[in-house]
């Protein structure tokens, strides 16, 4: 593997991209977030510290290694934490809470924020990171058949709701220029999702051919970034 090809396949890991299989590993420090990932026969190491900048340290299986630092763009993560945020739902998604203390906050997202403490997923978003949340609001859930979503948060149902919500968690931190048409998104739940973008519109096609469009982009989370959705994505299973 040349530096090029070593470099490319970093990038992807480093953000979350690759569709191989990855080990990751995630440690919080009073410096920032660390990660460590390992596939495709490379190791990498990533750093974001609390000003948004990424280092990136990577290791192949044959010796060669890549050192690198990226820093946030104008209008992102650096601007959220100078005071900034984003209205949703009648309240302000500010940069220094995590994903579930933004969402739960919003009016527009009571329905998610029921579905992901019955799946027992609220430590696990408020987990290290990052994290990438397509957000479907509370129109959205009501667009699933009558009934859909009070049996999925039965307690009996709990795996199979479990599998819809990490359908919409990718790893890493992807803004909305981040995200390009015909992109592939890897999910945490194993499946993927279809980058559709049209000039600053961007959609999501699922994995039975659905289709949701972001409305609100670049909510910036102390662990992630969100994006509310207009319709509720579906995997396979």
């Known amino acids: 593997m040349n530096t090029?090809?070593?470099?490319?396949?970093?990038a992807a890991l480093a953000l979350g991209l690759s569709t191989a299989p990855a080990f990751a590993q995630t440690?919080?420090?009073d410096g920032g977030d660390k990660t460590k990932t390992t596939a495709d026969g490379v190791m990498t190491k990533t750093k974001v510290d609390e000003d948004g900048k990424m280092k990136i340290k990577a290791k192949t299986d044959a010796g060669d290694r890549l050192k690198?630092?990226?820093k946030p763009r104008k209008g992102d993560r650096a601007g959220m934490d100078m005071g900034n945020g984003v209205m949703v739902g009648g309240a302000m998604m500010v940069a220094d809470k995590d994903i579930v203390d933004?969402?739960?906050?919003?009016?527009?997202?009571?329905?998610?924020?029921?579905?992901?403490?019955?799946?027992?997923?609220?430590?696990?978003?408020?987990?290290?990171?990052p994290f990438t949340v397509f957000a479907p609001t509370n129109e959205a859930f009501n667009k699933l058949p009558a009934g859909t979503v009070d049996k999925l948060t039965q307690p009996d149902m709990k795996d199979q709701l479990t599998t819809i919500l990490t359908y919409h968690v990718v790893p890493g931190r992807l803004t909305?220029?981040?995200?390009?048409?015909?992109?592939?998104l890897t999910t945490v739940e194993g499946?993927?999702?279809?980058?559709?973008?049209?000039?600053?519109?961007?959609?999501?096609?699922?994995?039975?051919?659905?289709?949701a469009t972001v409305t609100i982009p670049n909510i910036m989370d102390s662990n992630g970034v969100t994006?509310?959705?207009?319709?509720v994505l579906m995997p396979t299973k």
């Open 227 to 231: 994006h509310v959705i207009d319709t």
């Open 68 to 70: 690198a630092t990226t």
């Open 27 to 29: 440690t919080t420090s």
């Open 176 to 184: 909305a220029t981040d995200l390009t048409d015909g992109q592939v």
């Open 191 to 211: 499946e993927q999702l279809t980058v559709m973008k049209k000039g600053k519109k961007v959609m999501l096609k699922d994995a039975k051919g659905g289709m």
């Open 102 to 129: 933004n969402a739960v906050n919003s009016q527009d997202h009571t329905t998610l924020v029921a579905a992901v403490k019955a799946a027992g997923l609220v430590e696990t978003l408020k987990s290290a990171g």
């Open 4 to 10: 090029k090809q070593l470099f490319a396949a970093t």
